[in-house]
Nanobody, 124 residues
Framework: QVQLVESGGGLVQAGGSLRLSCAASGRTFTMAIMGWFRQAPGKEREFVAAIRWGGTETSYPDSVKGRFTISRDNAKNTVYLQMNSLKPEDTAVYYC?????????????????WGQGAQVTVSS
């Protein structure tokens, strides 16, 4: 089993920045991909970013590309999501997730482990 604990959410004005952290514990050696998803009220859970646990390859959807950066610190078993130039439409609960294989990185249902979620609210 793998446990994921998120931190760093909050309220920020449009144009501001926030950094989310996701601390992993347990059988982290089984992880292949770490991802971030978000879910706004009444909407489907949406892919935000992903990174290979053992490498540097990253993926982003067009909606956040150039504004969000995913990174990891293997020594701390922690994954980060740096969010810059935030917009009101970025408001959502953000979830950290992990999966044990490299397929279907963009599909939230294919992830094995989830954090508890962190609220990010961007005011206009």
């Amino acid at each position: 089993q793998v446990q994921l604990v998120e931190s760093g959410g909050g309220l920020v004005q449009a144009g501001g920045s926030l950094r989310l952290s996701c601390a992993a514990s347990g059988r982290t050696f089984t992880m292949a991909i770490m991802g971030w998803f978000r879910q706004a009220p009444g909407k489907e859970r949406e892919f935000v970013a992903a990174i290979r646990w053992g490498g540097t390859e990253t993926s982003y959807p067009d909606s956040v590309k150039g504004r969000f950066t995913i990174s990891r610190d293997n020594a701390k078993n922690t994954v980060y999501l740096q969010m810059n130039s935030l917009k009101p439409e970025d408001t959502a609960v953000y979830y950290c997730a992990g999966k044990t294989n490299s397929a279907n990185t963009f599909i939230w249902r294919m992830y094995d482990y989830w954090g508890q979620g962190a609220q990010v609210t961007v005011s206009s």
